[in-house]
C-alpha cells in the first residue's frame, strides 16, 4: 500500500504537462471582489501595494479581473525572488487582456521596477493606443521609442499576450518581442513576434527586477483594461498560456498523495 501511495503521488505530480519550477510571480487574482490592495498573489512576496500617494480610481478586482482605468492608483507586487538581467537569460510576462478604449498617443499599463516600492527607474513597458477601429500593443525599453505592433486587435476581446526580454551581454542591448495569442506554447521562438524592439534610449538596463507594476495614466493617453492571469517567469512554456482548472487540481492531489505517502512512512 506504501508502494502504491509513493507511486500515485509521483505519477500524479509528473502528468502535470505544465512545470511552474521558474514562476517568481503569479496571480489569478480570484480574491473576493473589492481593492487590489493587500491581496496576495498566488506566487510572490507579500501584498499588492500603492505605487506611489495617488488614491484616484482604486484599482479593483471584480469578478476575478483587474480593472484598471485610463487614470489614477498605481500598485505593485513584489516577485518571490529577483531577477538578474545578466546575459544569457530572459524574462516573459503573461496576461490575458481585454481593452475597451485606448487614446491615440497611447501609454503604457504594465511594467517592471528595479526596487521595491520605486516610483521610477521603470522598464519593460507594455503600451497601448488607439488605431483605427482597434487598438496596437507596443513595447518599450525604459524610455526611448515605442515600437507597435502593426496588427489591429479588437476591442472587448480578451487576448493572451506575452512579452519576452533577451538579456544580452553588455549595456543598452537587450532585446523584446510582444506575442499575441501564441499557438507554440513550449517555444517562442516558433511564433511570429506580434512586435519587437532592440533596447534604445540613453537609460541603461538595471542590474535586476525587484517587482511586477500596474499603471494607471493620465486620461488623455493611457487606456481602459481588464487583466487576469498574470505570470511572471524565466520560461516562455509557463505564461504562454494558463493552466487548466483539471491541471491544477491534478497537481494538487499529487501533492496530497506525496503529504500521505510521508506521513505513512514516519
Same mark, same amino acid.
Given at each position: ?149 502593426s496588427t489591429v486587435l479588437s476591442y472587448g476581446t480578451s487576448y493572451r499576450v506575452v512579452t519576452e526580454e533577451d538579456f544580452v551581454s553588455?549595456?543598452?542591448?537587450d532585446t523584446f518581442d510582444i506575442y499575441v495569442n501564441p499557438t507554440d506554447l513550449s517555444v517562442a521562438g516558433n511564433n511570429t513576434p ?49 493552466p487548466e482548472p483539471s491541471t491544477v487540481a491534478l497537481a494538487a492531489l499529487g501533492g496530497a498523495a506525496c503529504l500521505i505517502a510521508f506521513? $505513512? $512512512? $514516519?
Amino acid at each position: 500500500m506504501k508502494k502504491f501511495v509513493a507511486f500515485l503521488a509521483i505519477g500524479l505530480l509528473f502528468s502535470s504537462p505544465r512545470t511552474f519550477a521558474t514562476s517568481v510571480f503569479s496571480d489569478s487574482f480570484s480574491d473576493p471582489n473589492g481593492a487590489l490592495l493587500g491581496q496576495s498573489p498566488q506566487i510572490g512576496t507579500g501584498v499588492w501595494t500603492i505605487t506611489g500617494t495617488s488614491i484616484v480610481n482604486p484599482i479593483s478586482v471584480n469578478n476575478g479581473l483587474v480593472q484598471l482605468a485610463n487614470t489614477g492608483q498605481d500598485a505593485y507586487a513584489q516577485l518571490s525572488s529577483s531577477v538578474s538581467t545578466g546575459s544569457g537569460g530572459s524574462i516573459f510576462v503573461g496576461l490575458d487582456l481585454n481593452v475597451s478604449a485606448a487614446q491615440a498617443n497611447g501609454d503604457y499599463f504594465l511594467h517592471f521596477a528595479s526596487a521595491v516600492g520605486a516610483t521610477s527607474g521603470f522598464f519593460d513597458k507594455l503600451w497601448a493606443k488607439s488605431s483605427g477601429s482597434g487598438f496596437v500593443l507596443g513595447i518599450q525599453a525604459t524610455s526611448g521609442t515605442t515600437n507597435w505592433g502593426s496588427t489591429v486587435l479588437s476591442y472587448g476581446t480578451s487576448y493572451r499576450v506575452v512579452t519576452e526580454e533577451d538579456f544580452v551581454s553588455g549595456a543598452a542591448n537587450d532585446t523584446f518581442d510582444i506575442y499575441v495569442n501564441p499557438t507554440d506554447l513550449s517555444v517562442a521562438g516558433n511564433n511570429t513576434p506580434y512586435a519587437t524592439l532592440t533596447w534604445n534610449g540613453a537609460v541603461a538596463e538595471a542590474s535586476a527586477y525587484a517587482e511586477i507594476n500596474f499603471r494607471q495614466g493620465t486620461a488623455t493617453i493611457a487606456p481602459t483594461e481588464t487583466v487576469d492571469n498574470l505570470i511572471v517567469s524565466g520560461s516562455f512554456s509557463d505564461v504562454s498560456a494558463v493552466p487548466e482548472p483539471s491541471t491544477v487540481a491534478l497537481a494538487a492531489l499529487g501533492g496530497a498523495a506525496c503529504l500521505i505517502a510521508f506521513r $505513512r $512512512r $514516519r
